[in-house]
T-cell receptor, first 113, second 115 residues
């Protein structure tokens, strides 16, 4: 069984400030890790993914995440946020054989002017 | 490529009625997934298909729920005798599996409200 914990349900931040959204996972096997973003009343858009290789992964819209196996974490970061980054962010994990994603509860990023 | 599409985008129904949702995956994607997302929560897996075969179903998928993918392309999700607890966003995702790595691409979802 696997699970994902997103430690912060809401993260308020001022525009142009840096942000980190935290994600921890548990799994008994190797995992693949994903971050998705969901804008109001829309589906999920893939931000970035870790499948193998370099532990620092760069995604769209200036986001990046670092896979830390010893801490079972996959935190999402952006050095300078924009108002348009206001959305719900979901961390997800799938097991070694792919198929179903297990999602965290989400973190609402609120960027203030 | 137009991405994953879902129809309808919104559905309001009365308790006890049956509803059916459709998902059209990205062309040539061989896997198709259904998830349910309730307000303030992350999506939860319901079921998935590899081509036309339904390979896994979650315990969340009660016997009132049925999904099909008859020709390995589009899929339908039917809910019979809807209950207020079925109110949620129903998300469809598709992927092309090569080896063990895959990335799921999501549609815009169908928001269901059961009155």
């Amino acid at each position: 069984a696997q699970s994902v914990t997103q430690l912060d349900s809401q993260v308020p931040v001022f525009e142009e400030a840096p942000v980190e959204l935290r994600c921890n996972y548990s799994s008994s096997v190797s995992v693949y890790l994903f971050w998705y973003v969901q804008y109001p009343n829309q589906g999920l858009q893939l931000l970035l993914k870790y499948l193998s290789g370099s532990t620092l992964v760069k995604g769209i819209n200036g986001f990046e995440a670092e896979f830390n196996k010893s801490q079972t974490s996959f935190h999402l970061r952006k050095p300078s946020v924009h108002i348009s980054d206001t959305a719900e962010y979901f961390c997800a994990v799938s097991n070694n054989a792919g198929n179903m994603l297990t999602f965290g509860g989400g973190t609402r990023l609120m960027v203030k002017p | 490529d137009t991405g994953v599409s879902q129809d309808p985008r919104h559905k309001i129904t009365k308790r006890g009625q049956n509803v059916t949702f459709r998902c059209d995956p990205i062309s040539e994607h061989n896997r198709l997934y259904w998830y349910r997302q309730t307000l303030g929560q992350g999506p939860e897996f319901l079921t998935y298909f590899q081509n036309e075969a339904q390979l896994e179903k979650s315990r969340l998928l009660s016997d009132r729920f049925s999904a099909e993918r008859p020709k390995g392309s589009f899929s339908t999700l039917e809910i019979q005798r809807t209950e207020q607890g079925d109110s949620a966003m129903y998300l469809c995702a598709s992927s092309f599996v090569a080896g063990v790595q895959e990335t799921q691409y999501f549609g815009p979802g169908t928001r269901l409200l059961v009155l």
